[in-house]
């Protein structure tokens, strides 16, 4: 079968560095992906990892392990805004579709 | 460059009615998706069109659900009759072409509320 595990809920502190967790087991990979959802608003498409290693964008970095099936996105000095669902999702072999995760929902506190 | 656009942003109806959603994805782009994404889930694939062919509807609930994209550019989904487990918020996302690189871009999604 296939399967996206992430944590259901992280909280953390402002100004703080947070890092969100993503194990898979799929059928095919042909990169991961992670996008932030606002309540109620719909996914922003954030990054694109499908070689091993670190992709930095501003605050926000994704980590990918191919051998091992996981990735992190990092997010750095953390802003009130950051407060959102974080999915990570896995194009896989059928139709270029995508898995998704349930995601995981970020509080940031002050 | 605009986005993807749905309407309604929200719509309630009784179980057993009937309900359409619409949605114009971005200019130029051939691969569209419709999603289903409950409360606390991820979003859920319900069908992918490429241009104004089915791709994929193998999740797509076809004794009450039907979607089409007949000119290849904007699409409808439909529900009929609605039942209570249909509330969810239904995504439209449409990506240049479907392939390993390419991006899906989302719409600010509809939410359906079935009582």
């Known amino acids: 079968g296939q399967n996206i595990d992430q944590p259901t809920e992280m909280t953390a502190t402002e100004g703080a560095i947070v890092q969100i967790n993503c194990t898979y087991q799929t059928s095919g990979f042909n990169g991961l992906f992670w996008y932030q959802q606002h309540a109620g608003e719909a996914p922003t498409f954030l990054s694109y990892?499908?070689l091993d290693g670190l992709e930095e964008k501003g605050r926000f970095s994704s980590f990918l392990s191919r051998s091992k099936g996981y990735s992190y996105l990092l997010l750095k000095e953390l802003q009130m805004k950051d407060s959102a669902s974080y999915l990570c999702?896995?194009?896989?072999?059928?139709?270029?579709?995508?898995?998704w995760g349930a995601g995981t929902k970020l509080i940031i506190k002050p | 460059e605009a986005g993807v656009a749905q309407s309604p942003r929200y719509k309630i109806i009784e179980k057993r009615q009937s309900v359409a959603f619409w949605c114009n994805p971005i200019?130029?782009?051939?691969?569209l998706y419709w999603y289903q994404q409950i409360l606390g889930q991820g979003p859920k694939l319900l069908i992918q069109?490429?241009?104004?062919?089915?791709?994929?509807d193998s999740q797509l609930p076809k004794d009450r659900f039907s979607a089409e994209r007949l000119k290849g550019v904007d699409s409808t989904l439909k529900i009929q009759p609605a039942k209570l487990e249909d509330s969810a918020v239904y995504l439209c996302a449409s990506s240049l072409v479907a392939s390993v690189s390419d991006t899906q871009y989302f719409g600010p999604g509809t939410r359906l509320t079935v009582l």
């Open positions: 200019s130029g782009h051939a691969t």
């Open positions: 990892n499908v």
């Open positions: 069109f490429q241009n104004n062919g089915v791709v994929d």
């Open positions: 999702a896995v194009r896989g072999d059928s139709n270029y579709q995508l898995i």
